[in-house]
């Protein structure tokens, strides 16, 4: 019979939220510790009653597990009735004193019942479960590369439309053109609602701001400087609008200027202010939707990216972190990711050009309707064969990778491939013929389940790798430098997995790093603004790569990304991307005010009073101006007011170089 500490040991492994990886980020649905820490599922535990049945033991006893026939029932370990439970205060005393000496991870007491209750006892074996445990599991052993594989069942790849852009091929579409596919009129008409909604209420707070009702036109404008502002960094945003400086940019001030620019950016909305009102009051219950203030445009952009572009055979799923460092019930923290505080979404790209697909913001453990963990059910809601198709290849990391994941996947006519964790339950545990610490590098073993082929690969560690559309071994190698060998390279064998894992998995990080040459991200007081301009880069990024699919079709140039973000950004604010140059400066030089074609009237023709005459009082007519100036001026030898003019910086009129900078 097990000690009462030792079966609480086992309780304390099997209580809710016990973990099976320290220090890692999985959740407990993702996989299951039972068969990692080698517990059976079925072991006896002690049934304890709760405090209010043991304190009113003396009127109605403590709930005791009876079952009859219990030796039938566990015939590995009957329960046998001992000196012990023929005592009842013996049995107590000498229990209590047991949890004192011996270290308990739960620190539960053993209470002290009545003479008369009945003593609670070990509950007997349940029944034999209905599938077989691992260990009734036959184990075959792992085989090498030269034993033959004959691959799983080749999956016909039918996709539900044809691979890549979606829009009219035939046409040449501007950047603008592919922008408003994502961001169309009925939308921006309703940010521009909700945002003229938001703003007006918050007036009736008592924020004082100037405000008039923003427009579509003027909306697109402000996503201009929004993307103009990605390109050009500087520090602050009023830097943009900075005056009278070596630092200044001219641009912005010429489309918007800075308070306008600020007021709308402090009230974009994307949902409706009283139906936020009307969510906010069911929080706590079911109904409560944490995202409402996001849905009208995060829905927008997710039905635009699956309906202007269809993915191609290799796909990706793998998470996206969008920095914030907000506090609310959203943020999530990945150790392992660049961004490690912010918020996580569950990204399906294009393997080929990263594409974004699809994509969900996570909100916690109720994110998708499946319930079979986290990671399981990310996949299966972005990956739907109703959209896709059928004989896609979707890869994927170690936090998603399962057995059944892929067993699934296959079912629905869908291969997966992807770094497997050897602890996941269904992952084979023979230890007949595997790796070693002593085995070379490059070696690697395999085990084949039905569709399903297990690989272990020996390089500078071990690695694990699942898949349902590879052989084990195709003869593929990689090139490693020798340990001893000054410089030299060695060819080592590499699993067919593994090698196109490495080619395929990157397809989200690819859309990651074309995000980040041009965000609009940045830093904002509410939460949802900072998912807003992370759905202007998705827009943004797909729209260039639907640009360079076309071209590409078409056999045409794609412009690059620094060129098509300047174009978007020219036609968003409707100006030309070329200014016309300023003809170069000749100096401050007189000309004659007006050219006489009688010589007779070259002195008197087109006079003009002088400027400077006039300021000090004096009536001077001169034919003479100043080129630059384009100011009367006398130039004769008795009254040279032209260099006068020039060389008085005091007078307040002088020319803008003449001043100082406080004159403006």
């Not at 019979?1 to 492994?13: N, P, R, V, Y």
Request: proline share 7%; net charge positive; with cysteine.
């Amino acid at each position: 019979m097990a000690s009462d500490t030792e079966i609480m040991g086992d309780l304390d492994s099997n209580e809710e939220g016990s973990s099976c990886s320290g220090g890692s980020y999985f959740r407990d649905e993702d996989f299951n510790c039972d068969s990692e820490d080698g517990l059976d599922p079925y072991d006896d535990v002690l049934d304890w009653e709760e405090e209010d049945s043991i304190e009113s033991a003396g009127d109605t006893p403590p709930r005791v597990n009876q079952k009859k026939d219990s030796e039938s029932e566990s015939p590995e370990e009957p329960c046998v009735e001992t000196e012990e439970t023929s005592h009842p205060e013996q049995h107590f005393s000498t229990s209590a004193k047991r949890s004192k000496n011996t270290h308990c991870p739960l620190k539960r007491k053993l209470a002290s019942f009545p003479k008369k209750s009945k003593v609670p006892r070990l509950s007997t074996h349940r029944k034999t479960p209905p599938f077989p445990s691992e260990s009734e599991e036959p184990s075959q052993p792992w085989k090498t590369k030269e034993d033959p594989d004959e691959g799983p069942k080749s999956l016909s790849f039918s996709p539900r439309r044809p691979p890549g852009s979606q829009l009219d091929p035939s046409s040449v579409f501007s950047p603008l053109e592919l922008f408003k596919t994502f961001f169309s009129k009925s939308t921006v008409r309703t940010l521009c609602e909700n945002t003229n909604s938001h703003a007006a209420k918050n007036i009736c707070k008592g924020k004082k701001f100037r405000w008039t009702d923003i427009t579509p036109k003027e909306f697109y404008k402000f996503l201009g400087l929004v993307l103009f502002i990605a390109q050009i960094k500087a520090r602050a945003i009023g830097d943009y609008w900075k005056k009278n400086s070596i630092f200044s940019i001219p641009f912005p001030g010429t489309v918007m200027n800075r308070d306008r620019y600020r007021i709308i950016s402090w009230n974009i909305h994307m949902s409706d202010p009283d139906e936020d009102v009307i969510n906010d009051r069911k929080k706590g219950t079911p109904e409560y939707d944490k995202l409402f203030r996001l849905k009208p445009l995060m829905d927008e952009i997710r039905l635009a990216c699956k309906a202007s572009y269809h993915p191609h055979r290799n796909v990706a799923v793998d998470e996206r972190m969008v920095a914030s460092k907000a506090r609310n019930g959203l943020s999530e923290y990945i150790k392992a990711k660049p961004n490690t505080f912010g918020f996580k979404l569950f990204v399906l790209a294009d393997s080929s050009n990263g594409y974004t697909v699809d994509y969900a913001v996570y909100i916690g453990k109720n994110t998708f309707p499946f319930g079979f963990g986290i990671c399981y059910d990310a996949v299966m809601s972005l990956v739907k064969p109703s959209f896709l198709g059928s004989g896609y290849h979707v890869y994927l990391d170690n936090y998603y990778s399962s057995p059944k994941l892929f067993k699934d996947l296959f079912d629905i006519k869908m291969g997966a491939c992807g770094i497997m964790r050897e602890g996941r339950q269904g992952f084979p545990k023979s230890t007949e013929n595997a790796l070693t610490k002593k085995s070379p590098r490059g070696t690697l073993r395999w085990i084949r389940e039905g569709s399903l082929l297990f690989v272990k690969w020996k390089d500078a560690r071990d690695v694990s790798v699942g898949s349902t559309i590879h052989k084990a071994y195709g003869g593929e190698t990689i090139k490693r430098k020798k340990k001893n060998g000054k410089g030299s390279v060695n060819s080592i064998p590499v699993p067919t997995a593994i090698s196109q894992y490495n080619k395929y998995m990157g397809g989200v990080d690819l859309s990651n790093q074309l995000i980040t040459y041009f965000s609009a991200h940045r830093t904002t007081k509410s939460w949802y603004r900072t998912l807003f301009y992370h759905f202007v880069d998705i827009a943004t990024t797909n729209s260039y790569i639907i640009h360079k699919e076309m071209c590409k079709a078409n056999n045409m140039t794609p412009m690059t990304h620094k060129e098509f973000m300047e174009q978007l950004v020219a036609q968003l604010c409707e100006v030309s991307l070329d200014t016309k140059a300023k003809p170069k400066s000749t100096g401050h030089t007189p000309v004659p005010m007006k050219i006489a074609k009688d010589r007779s009237q070259r002195a008197s023709v087109g006079r003009q009073r002088c400027k400077l005459c006039h300021i000090e009082g004096r009536r001077n007519d001169t034919p003479w101006k100043c080129n630059e100036c384009e100011v009367p001026l006398c130039v004769i030898a008795d009254r040279n007011c032209f260099h006068v003019w020039h060389n008085l910086n005091e007078h307040p009129l002088a020319p803008i170089e003449n001043q100082s900078s406080d004159s403006e």
